[in-house]
């Protein structure tokens, strides 16, 4: 079956640790995105990339890094210069502007 | 201005009633709409989209836009108690040389269906 695989499902993050999160597909999407959820709130975009070895920055992307190296990987780095990364993550792709993204089921990241 | 904004909530309506979700957005140039719904605790899952203005219905579910006033809103018929979960609004921007563009969402509007 087609999708997005995101992993792990939990992370936990001690102070000063970089973390990395998994995000897959086999849509043949061209287009991926990280969001950011953080309780009651909505999303935030973070980095997106439409082609391999391209990607730009979203609204929030201080503190975090990502590489885009194979069309079906996106995987987004949370650097220890992400002072407040506790939330829900959400990678999505897409293969059309006019239509909606298909989303993984998420990564929750806890600092410890 | 948030570029996407929709009601305060929480909302809550008994079962069987129309519940009514609104949204508004500030670029003019946006071109697709999308209302997802989110269970708590897991993904959101795209439920309507809607390209051009008037309505466009999907069994239970009526979404309406209105470029002119920047108002896109959905509307959900007979609501179930499983109809309980946030619903978000997101817009589609497109930045100058993009083919895909990016969702900005709205905050969300959490609605809860009682017996």
């Known amino acids: 079956d087609g999708g997005i695989t995101q992993s792990p499902k939990y992370l936990f993050r001690k102070e000063g640790q970089n973390v990395t999160l998994s995000c897959e597909q086999n849509?043949?999407?061209?287009?991926m995105y990280w969001y950011r959820q953080d309780p009651g709130q909505g999303l935030r975009l973070i980095y997106y990339s439409q082609i391999v070895n391209d990607f730009q920055k979203g609204d929030i992307a201080e503190g975090y890094s990502v590489s885009r190296e194979k069309k079906e990987s996106f995987p987004l780095t949370v650097t220890s210069a992400q002072k407040n990364p506790t939330a829900f993550y959400l990678c999505?792709?897409?293969?059309?502007?006019?239509?909606?993204?298909?989303f993984g089921s998420g990564t929750r990241l806890t600092v410890v | 201005q948030k570029e996407v904004e929709q009601n305060s909530g929480p909302l809550s309506v008994p079962e069987g009633a129309i519940a009514s979700l609104n949204c508004t957005y500030s670029d003019r140039g946006s071109q697709s709409f999308f209302w997802y719904r989110q269970y708590s605790g897991k993904s959101p899952e795209l439920i309507m989209s809607?390209?051009?203005?008037g309505d466009k219905e999907d069994g239970r579910f009526t979404a309406q836009l209105n470029k002119a006033s920047q108002y896109v809103s959905l509307l959900i018929r007979d609501s179930q108690p499983s109809d309980s979960a946030t619903y978000l609004c997101a817009v589609n921007i497109l930045p100058g040389g993009t083919s895909y563009g990016k969702l900005t969402f709205g905050q969300g509007t959490i609605l809860t269906v009682h017996p």
């Open positions: 999505a792709s897409n293969y059309d502007r006019a239509y909606g993204y298909t």
């Open positions: 809607i390209y051009s203005n």
């Open positions: 849509l043949n999407h061209d287009a």
